[in-house]
């Protein structure tokens, strides 16, 4: 038998334990496109699991659950001041941002040190402190989980919005990205419109801002509010930030003065759900072995013992509470299995 039943509490970052009926790892292309005929040949139903740091395990998982192993990195075409590299799926994100770095690279910086896979990145268009990957994102290659059949997708077929892309939205579940190519700076040009970054530059003592040190000020930043999943099981941002009509804000900003906001566009603005889900008294709340990060409420946690429906309880208690007190619904960030 291919497949085997498997638990996979080390292969998702809330740390849960739930099995996984039918698991089996891939490392190269001929392997996973055998593991997904045989799963076709027996109809049944195929989820890619890549670093399991944005899913909510609250169930055993009944499909053919596979696991992406590719490997590998290469520098591609040069086109003038522009690199293009590519990294297999199953590679650690922030192991191929440090590689991009050793290479003299610039651009992915700013998004050190997020947990999980190359191939899971483009799915929810990662990003963090004023860059998402679909800033640098040139193409990637995927199998139709369906045909076996391989397709490229270029940036513009991908449809990447604010945490958005196709693959998460009309075409989720139908394709196994392989492998994902970037276009990086090979002179200088940085981000650093995200406010802490330059005072933490500046405390580390560094004198002339280098790529190399954003990603180190970045990690910094991120040690110092986000739980180290290898010690406290989460997935990062449990929500997205919403996105209100400017109307709505302004009503809203009346009744709470000091309410932070970003501009989206004229007629709408992004509100941090951290500070909505913490004015609802949330952070630091803790009980059945789950709960709201105590220096970032916009993270929930399980301390060890926790279970992947009490997770998911509390994230719908949340949702309720920013409701009846704001009139805005949450909207969940990471994938519930
Ligand atoms: N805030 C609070 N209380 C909290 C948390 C935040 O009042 O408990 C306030 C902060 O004071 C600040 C604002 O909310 O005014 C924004 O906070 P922060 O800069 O920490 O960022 P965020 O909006 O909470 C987003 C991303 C993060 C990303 C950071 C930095 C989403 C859903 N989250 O968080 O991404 O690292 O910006 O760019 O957009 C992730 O997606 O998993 C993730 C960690």
Known sequence: ?????????QYNTFGLNAMAKKFAAFNNIEECKLLLAAAAQQQMPVRILGGGSNILLTQDVEHVLLKNDLLGMALLDRLGDLQLVSAAAGESWHSFVL???DQGLQGLENLSLIP??????????????????????????????SSGHQHTFLKQDCEFGYRESIFKKKRAGEFVICEVRFLLNTIPKYNTSYGAIGEVIAQQGVQDISARAISKAIIAI???????????GNAGSFFKNPEISTERHDAL??????MPSYKVNDNSVKVPAGWLIEQCGWKGYSANGVGVHKLQALVLVNYGQGKGQDVYKLSADIIASVQEKFDIVLEREVNIW
Do not use: C
């Not at 999980?116 to 193409?139: L, R």
């Not at 991120?222 to 406290?232: E, G, M, T």
């Open 222 to 232: 991120r040690q110092s509010k986000l739980p180290d999943p290898a010690v406290i």
């Open 116 to 145: 999980g896979t190359v191939g899971a990145a483009p799915i929810q268009n990662i990003g963090a402190y004023g860059v998402e990957i679909k800033d640098y994102f040139h193409s990637l290659v995927a199998i139709d989980i």
């Open 99 to 101: 590689w991009t770095l």
């Open 1 to 9: 038998m291919m497949f085997k039943s498997t638990s996979l509490q």
């Open 253 to 258: 900003v009346q009744l709470h003065p000091q």
